[in-house]
């Protein structure tokens, strides 16, 4: 992926942990800087849980408002935010800064920080998603160590699916959600939601409890991300109510009961307060008032069923999303 960039980019940092490499795997040289509400940086974080990576890459978290991202005061004043661990800032920004005094770009989470060479190693939660999982496994126990969430008799299927999954739904919420205008709104729904009815299908045809069936791979990291929070923020805050997960998808949302109920590292990375807050408190153009819904209740329904064979796939009939739907199907080949 190459080395650190020069001073005054606005591109960020696009390097890897790797044996051999600049960056090292060593414990207790690697720092990770995070929010709990970003979907992005869920992402990461969740792999951190699921490969026993939490004791290896320690993490400072921001507070989910207001902009720019801050620290807390600290550890208490906040659940769950935390002050920053090396530099003791106030804002996101003071890191970037540490790592290049020139940066002119976003201040997003997730940052990987190294304390040996004292600069920023990552920020692209895409890039760092698909090489974290292994970046450690020599100081892993097997277990953890043979998790692999691009393995080599799927990459095939990943790579198709990947850039469908984050156009259509990982950043179809957010087209949808900061549409400025009626007919941008209209124009970003319903390939959302047939993007949701592909992969219900999807779901279907593979038969569970994962995305591509019995092995958990990098597209349910990413579509969980999402999935987790669309009743709970997207249907009302971004207006994404043709349907709800729980409502309209039996297939998506036994797949999410099965994995935040049932698979370590889902629920412990999904933090509500921190989710709900971060929309309703920091997108004063879409909610004036920063009121906060209670619902829905509960976050996530239980009852997983495991038998898989008794879950009938459901869809959004909406003309246009069916259009979008039978779009995908004829375009994507797997």
Request: overall charge negative; aromatic content about 14%.
């Amino acid at each position: 992926m190459g080395d650190i960039h020069k001073a005054g980019t606005d591109d960020g940092w696009h390097a890897v942990i790797e044996k051999g490499g600049k960056f090292e795997p060593e414990k207790d040289r690697y720092h990770l800087y995070i929010g709990l509400f970003c979907p992005f940086a869920h992402r990461v974080n969740l792999v951190r849980h699921l490969k026993g990576l939490t004791s290896i890459l320690p993490i400072s978290t921001v507070l989910p408002y207001p902009k720019p991202w801050q620290f807390p005061t600290d550890d208490t004043s906040y659940p769950n935010a935390t002050v920053d661990a090396l530099f003791h800032s106030t804002h996101l920004s003071a890191v970037y800064f540490q790592a290049d005094p020139a940066y002119t770009g976003r201040y997003s989470v997730p940052l990987i920080w190294d304390i040996k060479l004292n600069t920023a190693v990552s920020n692209e939660s895409a890039e760092i998603l698909r090489w974290l999982p292994n970046a450690f496994n020599g100081l892993l126990e097997p277990e953890k160590a043979g998790l692999d969430f691009y393995p080599e008799k799927h990459k095939g299927t990943i790579d198709v699916l990947t850039p469908f999954i984050q156009s259509y739904i990982n950043a179809g919420v957010y087209k949808a959600g900061f549409a400025k205008t009626q007919d941008a709104y209209n124009e970003a729904i319903p390939p959302l939601f047939g993007a949701l009815n592909f992969v219900e299908q999807l779901v279907a045809r593979n038969g569970g409890p994962y995305v591509l069936g019995k092995e958990l791979t990098e597209l349910d990291i990413r579509l969980y991300a999402t999935i987790v929070r669309f009743d709970v923020v997207y249907v009302q805050h971004f207006k994404c109510d043709l349907g709800s997960i729980r409502g309209s998808y039996p297939m998506l949302n036994n797949w999410l009961k099965g994995l935040y109920w049932g698979v370590k590292g889902f629920r412990e990375s999904t933090d509500w307060k921190h989710i709900k807050e971060n929309y309703t408190k920091s997108h004063a153009d879409i909610n004036p008032l920063a009121i906060t819904p209670l619902g829905p209740y509960p976050h996530i329904e239980e009852g997983y069923e495991k038998e898989w064979t008794k879950v009938k796939p459901g869809s959004i009939e909406h003309p246009q999303v069916l259009e979008w739907q039978k779009k995908f199907e004829q375009e994507i080949k797997l």
